[in-house]
């Protein structure tokens, strides 16, 4: 089962490797970041695989603290791209 | 192998193809909005098939949902960052014509 | 087990170290400041990853928690000198609209 | 064979997304880069089964420091701050060999080492049991070493008042960045509102659970410290005021904490001695200060110098 | 263990937590600042001379600290050489703070807290707090961390003016100083790998001259000459000093490069000595003759009188590299190594509080005229005798005249050079002098003439902040004038004390 794991999360390290042909190339930030996004899901799938495959189960937690944080540079990337950086990229009126 | 062990084979091999899939529909889609649709189901889909093939294995209920927590992070946060990553995307007519829907 | 030429705890060393040679490349060779402090992150992290991986010698041991509480502690010095540094670099943008070093005059003075 | 291969190939993709970072033509694609690099690093950690410094890695190097890379490109863009020029080919070449030399010297001392040797696990295992916490690496960190820790909690201090004078004289007191906005009821500000609960649930976690398992206050700290900048940058949450008291005593009260509790020691006859059967207690009482602490001060120092809010864009 | 005392009492934590304690306080409230910089001047210095007390009464202390004795915890180590610095250093930071007192702190009680007032004194009592860590400690990595705790506030000191001049010095030095830290860690970390232990005293027993100890001791000791402005990396340094207001000037200048410069005399002299080869110690009194040459002919081009004087701790800060091939790191110690050893440590004391004073002194002349060119100090002697006389006494220790300490560092260094029949480092130093004498006479050629073209403006300076200088001027000469007892202090828990000096 472990070698199962282990070869899933090689996997899928490889397909993070193929993910950053795509931040390479962009050519919009926006695609590099989504770039990033995908490779960061990947990373933390690569955890949870890796706390199963008799990796320290405390990987979960690093997965956790990922997962929560992978968002906020999307978020900060969607924010500066606002006019004065400050605002709502869903609309916009400024502060 | 247990029944377990087969349904666990099963999810998290289809997790992986869905992640594959993604990388492959984000390097391949011609368009930033194409990809980001490809990027979503990568985000769902498949580390929620991992996540769910990893929860039978567990022996703790605390452990499950942790892991179902992580899932649901990334969720959260992937529906998040494409509404507004799709936004800033918007090539600019676009953009004026949603504002102006919208008001 | 069969005899591995390399060991993980040689591996992830090596890494370190190549990826010191790389950030130092990056802190060299570039004008931009702020390209300079990624470089110089990514040296930090090689010296970590390196110091890191000397606590893996011995699996069966466990890993050495030393060397772990002291990378640690020192990922915390430098993003406290990252964070410092990015305010200084932006602060001299706003100040000279450049985010680059005047160019040392070598004779300093008149 | 087959975990070696997984290393093997996890420190190439490593290799390669640092050479990215560094090489990239383009600044923001390199920062990009250097969130991926961060990840990827908390993948190393993991499998060097430091899962401390995994978690380290994962909160301040892919999250803060690439939130503060990020934040700063986009500053200095609407700065209009010119972009690299790049120099002459031969001083690059140059540049690359002597550091590929530097870093096959630094190679050659790695395999010079013995790897037999052990370190000092085996020492800390004898002492884990008088240490109070049941997670060596705690133990390290705020018993064996806990003077190392606390110069460590003082450097965050440090680099903020940096910052802090960094402001111009007249928004001296004021807010620390400037006011965000979030369309009220928008996805954004939605966000801001679910995602801290949560996250202040794990970093709250991290925190307790740091003196059995993997975690701890710089941990925690760091956590709280992104919520925060979450619920700020969606509008829900306002830097507070430099000048404000509460804040600063924020600021000092997880190093001031631990201090007053090592100089207790030095007057009983060992400077920042923990006796064993109150150790336990004492560490939770440092950690929980250092926690408050770590996270105010590092979610300062990514806001920046306080600045007078301007309705547009940079404060001229 | 009998070997770890510790019943020594509080003194060197004393020594970290109340400079700390100082600067908490003054984080949390500005309207403190003056009470702080006054009970700091007066009780930290006193716990400086209460340790070295301790001792020269006990001899070289080893305190494990929160009872973990090394390899597992952190043991303050003191001996004559880290008692010595922090005197010094307690010396010139309680000089500094008051001289700084109405330059940063609230002028009348409803004042408004100012940026740079508020930074100002939080950042000097973490520096100093960083300097006693530095010098107390007996471990690689907690004097990796008192180092960056050092660099960083040293950082903050220089930007706190806040001009883009001084910003891009700043940053100048940031990127020097960080980077000098990181080559240092590194060492640090492969000696640990290798000896398991990151205590100096255990490295010193177990250290061997093996492959990975020997670039150990060359990655730090490259970090370490970055950060000590060691030529050809001194480039950041007479911006960054210069550019600081003067009492953050002093301390840059005549504090914070000793720091890494005593690590790197720990490396060489006390953790890893037949490490050290023979290339290696050449190669650092080679670069630092370059550093006495290049800093001194530098200092006399220029104009500004802050530049001068920074220009000139690129080159004092030379002689410090010459004990490296005149006291020899490695091989069989000689007779004279002792007198070459002890003469370096000695111009490190003098430099530190003979610099000190210049700066303190230039901070005066810029009050007093509101600039620097030394082409305007014309009359100064007239108007401020008080700050003229301490800068000609810092200058006399400076140029090595008799009897300042400056004197007796270059007198034992060249004994030591004559009597190991190394004539080059001699030329060398004699050479530097003059130049020492040429970069300084002109400022105080100005300063003693008369009358200018017009009768310059001087504003009014207080008498008492023009006594510190003087004060601090004064005890580099007194280190000349009692030169036997810091001689024997130094001697203090060396291994090769034994071992005569030809006095």
């Given at each position: 089962?472990?070698?199962?794991?282990?070869?899933?999360?090689?996997?899928?390290?490889l397909?993070?490797?193929a993910?950053?042909?795509?931040?390479?190339?962009?050519?919009?930030?926006?695609?590099?970041?989504?770039?990033?996004?995908?490779?960061?899901?990947?990373?933390?799938?690569?955890?949870?695989?890796?706390a199963?495959a008799?990796?320290?189960?405390?990987a979960?937690?690093?997965?956790?603290?990922?997962?929560?944080?992978?968002?906020?540079?999307?978020?900060?990337?969607?924010?500066?791209?606002?006019?004065?950086g400050?605002?709502?990229?869903?609309?916009?009126?400024?502060? | 192998?247990?029944?377990?062990?087969l349904?666990?084979?099963?999810?998290?091999?289809?997790?992986?193809?869905?992640?594959?899939?993604?990388?492959?529909?984000l390097?391949?889609?011609?368009d930033?909005?194409?990809?980001?649709?490809?990027?979503?189901?990568?985000?769902h889909l498949?580390?929620?098939?991992?996540?769910?093939?990893l929860?039978?294995?567990?022996a703790?209920?605390?452990?499950?949902?942790?892991?179902?927590?992580?899932?649901?992070?990334?969720?959260?946060?992937?529906?998040?960052?494409?509404?507004?990553i799709?936004?800033?995307?918007?090539?600019?007519?676009?953009?004026?014509?949603?504002?102006?829907?919208?008001? | 087990?069969?005899?591995m030429?390399?060991?993980?705890?040689?591996?992830?060393?090596?890494?370190?170290?190549?990826l010191?040679?790389?950030?130092?490349?990056?802190?060299i060779?570039?004008?931009?400041?702020?390209?300079?402090?990624?470089g110089?992150n990514?040296?930090g992290?090689?010296v970590?990853?390196?110091?890191?991986?000397?606590?893996?010698?011995?699996?069966?041991?466990?890993?050495?928690?030393v060397?772990?509480?002291?990378?640690?502690t020192?990922v915390?010095?430098?993003?406290?000198?990252?964070?410092?540094?990015?305010?200084?670099?932006?602060?001299l943008?706003?100040l000279?609209g450049?985010?680059?070093?005047?160019?040392?005059?070598?004779?300093?003075?008149? | 064979?087959?975990?070696?291969?997984?290393?093997l190939?996890?420190?190439?993709?490593?290799?390669?997304?640092?050479?990215a970072?560094?090489?990239?033509?383009e600044?923001?694609?390199?920062?990009?880069?250097?969130?991926?690099?961060?990840?990827l690093m908390?993948?190393?950690w993991?499998?060097?089964?430091?899962?401390?410094?995994?978690?380290?890695?994962?909160?301040?190097?892919?999250?803060?420091?690439g939130?503060?890379?990020?934040?700063?490109s986009?500053?200095?863009?609407?700065?209009?701050?010119?972009e690299?020029e790049?120099?002459?080919?031969?001083?690059?070449?140059?540049?690359?060999?002597?550091?590929l030399?530097?870093?096959?010297?630094?190679?050659?001392?790695?395999l010079?080492?013995?790897?037999?040797?052990?370190?000092?696990?085996?020492?800390v295992?004898?002492?884990?049991?008088?240490s109070?916490?049941?997670?060596?690496?705690?133990?390290?960190?705020?018993?064996?070493?806990a003077?190392?820790?606390?110069?460590?909690?003082?450097?965050?201090?440090?680099a903020?008042?940096?910052?802090?004078?960094?402001?111009?004289?007249?928004?001296?007191?004021?807010?620390?960045?400037?006011?965000?906005?979030?369309?009220?009821?928008?996805?954004?500000?939605?966000?801001?509102?679910?995602?801290?609960?949560?996250g202040?649930?794990?970093?709250?976690?991290?925190?307790?659970?740091?003196?059995?398992?993997?975690?701890?206050?710089?941990?925690?700290?760091?956590?709280?410290?992104?919520?925060?900048?979450?619920?700020?940058?969606?509008?829900?949450?306002?830097?507070?005021r430099?000048?404000?008291?509460?804040?600063?005593?924020?600021?000092?009260?997880?190093?001031?904490?631990?201090?007053?509790?090592?100089m207790?020691?030095?007057?009983?006859?060992?400077?920042?001695r923990?006796?064993?059967?109150?150790?336990?207690?004492?560490?939770?009482?440092?950690?929980?200060g250092?926690?408050?602490?770590?996270?105010?001060?590092?979610?300062?120092?990514?806001?920046?110098?306080?600045?007078r809010?301007?309705?547009?864009?940079?404060?001229? | 263990?009998?070997?770890?005392e510790?019943?020594?009492?509080?003194w060197?934590?004393?020594?970290?937590?109340?400079?700390?304690?100082?600067?908490?306080?003054?984080?949390?409230?500005?309207?403190?600042?003056r009470?702080?910089?006054?009970?700091?001047?007066?009780?930290?210095?006193?716990l400086?001379?209460?340790?070295?007390?301790?001792?020269?009464?006990?001899?070289?202390?080893?305190?494990?600290?929160?009872?973990?004795?090394?390899?597992?915890?952190?043991?303050?180590?003191?001996?004559?050489?880290s008692?010595?610095?922090?005197?010094?250093?307690?010396?010139?930071?309680?000089?500094?703070?008051?001289?700084?007192?109405?330059?940063?702190?609230?002028?009348?009680?409803?004042?408004a807290?100012?940026?740079?007032g508020?930074?100002?004194?939080?950042?000097v009592?973490?520096?100093?707090?960083?300097?006693?860590?530095?010098?107390?400690?007996?471990?690689?990595?907690?004097?990796?961390?008192?180092?960056?705790l050092?660099?960083l506030?040293?950082?903050?000191?220089?930007?706190?003016?806040?001009?883009?001049?001084?910003?891009?010095a700043?940053?100048?030095?940031?990127?020097?100083?960080?980077?000098?830290?990181?080559?240092?860690?590194?060492?640090?970390?492969?000696?640990?790998?290798?000896?398991?232990?990151?205590?100096?005293?255990?490295?010193?027993?177990?250290?061997?001259?093996d492959?990975?100890?020997?670039?150990a001791?060359?990655?730090m000791?490259?970090?370490?000459?970055?950060?000590?402005a060691?030529?050809?990396?001194?480039?950041?340094?007479?911006?960054?000093?210069?550019?600081?207001?003067?009492?953050?000037?002093?301390?840059?200048?005549?504090?914070?490069?000793?720091?890494s410069f005593?690590?790197?005399?720990?490396?060489?002299?006390?953790v890893?000595?037949?490490?050290?080869?023979?290339?290696?110690?050449?190669?650092?009194?080679v670069?630092?003759?370059?550093?006495?040459?290049?800093?001194?002919v530098l200092?006399i081009?220029?104009?500004?009188?802050?530049?001068?004087?920074?220009?000139s701790?690129?080159?004092?800060?030379?002689?410090?590299?010459?004990?490296?091939?005149?006291?020899?790191?490695?091989g069989?110690p000689?007779?004279?190594?002792?007198?070459?050893?002890?003469?370096?440590?000695?111009?490190?004391?003098s430099?530190a509080?003979?610099?000190?004073?210049?700066?303190l002194?230039?901070?005066?002349?810029?009050?007093?005229?509101?600039?620097?060119?030394?082409?305007?100090?014309?009359?100064?002697?007239?108007?401020?005798?008080?700050?003229?006389f301490?800068?000609?006494?810092?200058?006399?220790?400076?140029?090595?005249?008799?009897?300042?300490?400056g004197?007796?560092?270059k007198?034992?260094?060249?004994?030591?050079?004559?009597?190991?029949?190394?004539?080059g480092?001699?030329?060398?130093?004699?050479?530097?002098?003059?130049?020492?004498?040429?970069?300084?006479?002109r400022?105080?050629?100005?300063?003693?003439?008369?009358?200018?073209?017009?009768?310059?403006?001087?504003?009014?300076?207080?008498?008492?902040?023009?006594?510190?200088p003087?004060?601090?001027?004064g005890l580099?000469?007194?280190?000349?004038?009692?030169?036997?007892?810091?001689y024997?202090i130094?001697?203090?828990?060396?291994?090769?004390?034994?071992?005569?000096?030809?006095?």
């Open positions: 089962m472990n070698t199962w794991y282990l070869g899933l999360a090689a996997i899928l390290l397909s993070i490797g993910a950053l042909w795509r931040v390479h190339r962009g050519p919009s930030a926006a695609d590099r970041m989504m770039g990033a996004q995908l490779i960061g899901t990947g990373g933390v799938a690569v955890l949870l695989l890796l199963a008799g990796g320290p189960e405390a979960i937690d690093v997965a956790l603290v990922l997962g929560l944080l992978a968002a906020f540079a999307s978020v900060a990337f969607a924010k500066t791209a606002t006019r004065s400050l605002g709502d990229p869903e609309s916009d009126a400024e502060p | 192998m247990s029944v377990l062990d349904i666990t084979i099963l999810f998290t091999g289809a997790g992986t193809v869905f992640f594959i899939a993604g990388t492959a529909g390097l391949r889609f011609p930033t909005h194409s990809r980001l649709h490809a990027l979503t189901k990568a985000d498949g580390l929620g098939l991992i996540a769910v093939g929860a039978v294995q567990v703790s209920p605390l452990l499950a949902l942790k892991l179902l927590l992580v899932w649901g992070l990334a969720v959260l946060a992937a529906a998040t960052t494409s509404q507004l799709a936004r800033v995307a918007l090539p600019p007519h676009l953009e004026r014509q949603k504002e102006n829907a919208g008001q | 087990m069969t005899e030429p390399v060991s993980s705890a040689q591996l992830f060393g090596l890494c370190g170290a190549a010191i040679g790389i950030g130092l490349y990056g802190f060779a570039h004008r931009h400041l702020l390209r300079r402090l990624v110089f990514v040296i992290s090689g970590f990853l390196l110091f890191g991986s000397t606590g893996y010698r011995r699996v069966e041991l466990g890993a050495d928690p060397p772990q509480a002291l990378v640690i020192g915390v010095v430098a993003v406290s000198a990252t964070a410092l540094l990015v305010a200084l670099i932006i602060r943008a706003q000279t450049s985010a680059r070093l005047p160019e040392e005059s070598p004779g300093g003075g008149r | 064979m087959m975990p070696l291969a997984f290393d190939f996890l420190c190439g993709l490593v290799l390669a997304v640092a050479v970072a560094v090489s990239g033509r600044l923001f694609g390199s920062i990009v880069f250097f969130i991926v690099y961060g990840l908390a993948l190393a993991v499998r060097l089964e430091a899962v401390d410094v995994a978690l380290t890695e994962a909160a301040i190097g892919a999250g803060l420091t939130l503060l890379l990020v934040g700063a986009a500053r200095l863009r609407r700065l209009q701050a010119p690299e790049t120099g002459s080919r031969k001083a690059r070449a140059a540049t690359a060999i002597a550091c030399s530097i870093a096959g010297l630094i190679g050659a001392a790695v010079l080492l013995d790897p037999r040797a052990p370190g000092l696990a085996p020492m295992d004898c002492s884990l049991a008088e109070g916490v049941g997670n060596p690496v705690t133990a390290v960190l705020l018993n064996f070493r003077y190392d820790t606390l110069l460590e909690s003082t450097v965050l201090l440090v903020l008042l940096g910052v802090w004078s960094l402001s111009d004289e007249r928004s001296w007191g004021g807010h620390g960045g400037l006011r965000q906005y979030a369309r009220p009821g928008g996805v954004l500000a939605t966000f801001g509102r679910t995602l801290p609960a949560i202040l649930i794990i970093g709250v976690y991290l925190v307790w659970a740091g003196s059995k398992q993997p975690g701890g206050a710089f941990q925690g700290g760091t956590v709280l410290a992104a919520v925060w900048l979450l619920m700020a940058v969606a509008g829900v949450a306002d830097a507070p430099v000048s404000n008291r509460l804040l600063r005593l924020g600021l000092v009260a997880g190093p001031a904490l631990f201090l007053a509790i090592g207790a020691g030095a007057m009983a006859g060992d400077f920042l923990l006796p064993p059967e109150h150790a336990g207690n004492l560490i939770l009482l440092i950690e929980a250092l926690t408050v602490s770590v996270a105010v001060t590092l979610a300062l120092l990514v806001v920046g110098p306080p600045q809010d301007l309705p547009h864009g940079e404060p001229s | 263990m009998a070997f770890f510790a019943s020594e009492g509080p060197p934590a004393l020594l970290i937590g109340v400079p700390l304690l100082a600067a908490f306080t003054a984080i949390v409230t500005w309207r403190a600042a009470l702080l910089i006054w009970s700091g001047a007066a009780v930290v210095p006193v400086s001379v209460v340790l070295l007390a301790r001792v020269i009464h006990a001899g070289g202390l080893r305190l494990p600290i929160g009872g973990w004795a090394p390899p597992l915890g952190i043991a303050f180590a003191v001996d004559g050489l008692a010595g610095f922090i005197v010094v250093t307690g010396l010139v930071m309680a000089g500094v703070l008051l001289f700084a007192l109405p330059q940063f702190t609230a002028s009348a009680p409803g004042a807290e100012s940026r740079a508020y930074a100002f004194v939080p950042l009592f973490l520096a100093w707090a960083a300097l006693n860590a530095l010098f107390l400690s007996g471990d690689l990595f907690n004097l990796y961390v008192a180092l960056e050092l660099t506030s040293a950082v903050a000191l220089v930007a706190i003016d806040g001009r883009s001049g001084t910003i891009a700043a940053i100048r030095y940031a990127l020097f100083g960080l980077f000098g830290s990181l080559a240092y860690l590194l060492g640090a970390a492969l000696l640990y790998a290798v000896h398991g232990t990151l205590d100096m005293a255990l490295i010193a027993e177990r250290a061997t001259a492959g990975a100890t020997v670039i001791g060359a990655l000791t490259a970090g370490l000459a970055a950060k000590t060691l030529f050809p990396f001194h480039a950041w340094l007479p911006p960054a000093h210069s550019g600081a207001p003067a009492p953050a000037s002093a301390i840059l200048s005549g504090l914070v490069p000793k720091a005593y690590i790197i005399v720990r490396i060489w002299f006390d890893m000595p037949q490490a050290a080869g023979t290339i290696m110690p050449v190669l650092l009194g670069l630092g003759s370059c550093a006495i040459i290049y800093g001194s200092a081009r220029q104009e500004q009188l802050k530049l001068v004087i920074a220009y701790t690129v080159a004092q800060l030379g002689y410090l590299f010459l004990i490296f091939p005149l006291a020899g790191g490695g069989e000689q007779p004279w190594a002792a007198g070459a050893w002890t003469g370096g440590i000695i111009h490190a004391f430099h509080l003979a610099k000190a004073a210049m700066f002194c230039a901070g005066l002349f810029m009050e007093a005229l509101g600039h620097d060119r030394i082409a305007g100090l014309r009359g100064a002697a007239h108007h401020l005798p008080l700050t003229v301490a800068f000609a006494l810092a200058g006399v220790s400076l140029m090595g005249l008799p009897p300042s300490g004197f007796t560092a007198y034992l260094l060249l004994t030591a050079s004559f009597a190991g029949g190394q004539i480092w001699a030329i060398v130093i004699m050479v530097g002098g003059l130049l020492a004498a040429l970069y300084l006479f400022p105080l050629t100005y300063a003693f003439t008369r009358r200018g073209l017009e009768e310059r403006e001087f504003a009014r300076v207080p008498r008492p902040r023009q006594v510190i003087l004060l601090l001027a580099s000469i007194l280190l000349g004038i009692a030169s036997a007892a810091p024997d130094l001697q203090i828990g060396r291994p090769h004390a034994a071992v005569e000096g030809l006095e």
